[in-house]
């Protein structure tokens, strides 16, 4: 099954729901920044390198526009922005291996980085853009969050040392969860499906900070030394080359984050996979995205929160459910539509499931909530989070 996603210009702005905290898939339109830090003396080697992305990225469809700008107060200082349709096609392409590939040459000039992205709320210099019939759409209202930022890594290990990465992955020291005066680790979350590990964190604060306390603690460095031997895509943390370009692969962005409930007594975490077939992962994180924002209106729903993670082809939903996993398979997993949960599982790739295809597509939603049920390795607090 092949399905074409939709441009911004062809997709309606809906109503924001006040239970959406975050989403991708309104269809306004996103500003990227990129800050970056270049060594002295490599301007000309920036200059010739972006020069190359430049080129290369205005054919990527969903591409409007990008900006190169130096600071006036520190010539090191370089501001990369650029605008695009809305922020799936973004994904798509920064998320691909081909990005991965067409910034390397940027990695030996610059001493580092950091990547901002915003949907578009307001601008000036006429009326709005979403109000013309084809125009440039804004994002119609401000979301208010939560305070905590969502992100997820993932990464495959080699088949027979699932048991082996699972000891090690659990039983490390949790890190100092004050980062800084304004930064805190609140809850890491770690999940495997198979061969597959995926290590959710929330951080209240600059998530950036963050994931920089943690990758300084001895305890982590020597279980993520400990664990590189059974990891299937080489690395060595010792090279900065090898390091980025492995945390490049394995960073899993949080899509969509809705929060119907708060907490009660017998709440509990859970994780689901959903790989994709080839090219179907951003349209199946979609429709569980409009699942879950059309389930957060029922008060009688199990589910209390939902975060979707997404990149590629890996799609996997954290959620926090009230009650036994089993009592509503089709609101946990996000399909109680029927004719959406049968577009999902058609887009569902059956054996990195587990599953057999042609069951698969005449399951049950409980069967199917088996098969995508992630085995937890740790979930842990910190005080007071």
Known sequence: MTTTPLTASETPTRQVSHHVSQSVFDGSRLRVVLLVDVHDGAHQQFLEAYEQLCNQVASVPGHISDQLCQSIENPSQWLITSEWESAPPF??????????????????????????????????????????????????????????????????????????????LSEYASPEPQVDDTTRLCRTSLFMHGNRVVRAIEVRGDLLAALRHVARQPEVRAVEEAINPYLEQDRDLNDPDSARVFFTRAALPAVHHVTAGQDGPDAR????????????GLRLAELLAQQDEAAADDPRGPVLRSTIFQRDDVVVRLVDVSGGLDADPGAILGLADPAQAREAIALLDAAALGADPSALSASTLALLLDHARMRPVTDRRSPDA
């Open 91 to 168: 994904l798509t392409w920064v998320n691909s291996e081909e990005h991965v590939q067409m910034v390397k040459p940027l990695h030996s000039c610059v001493r580092d980085t950091r990547s901002l992205r915003f949907h578009v709320v307001r601008e000036t210099g006429g009326p709005a853009a979403h109000a013309r019939p084809g125009g440039r759409r804004l994002q119609t209202a401000p979301r208010i969050g939560d305070g905590l930022i969502r992100h997820a890594l993932t990464f495959t290990v080699r088949p027979g040392s699932e048991e082996t990465v699972a000891k090690l």
């Open 269 to 280: 975490r859970h994780a689901l996979y959903y790989p994709a077939r080839a090219g179907g």
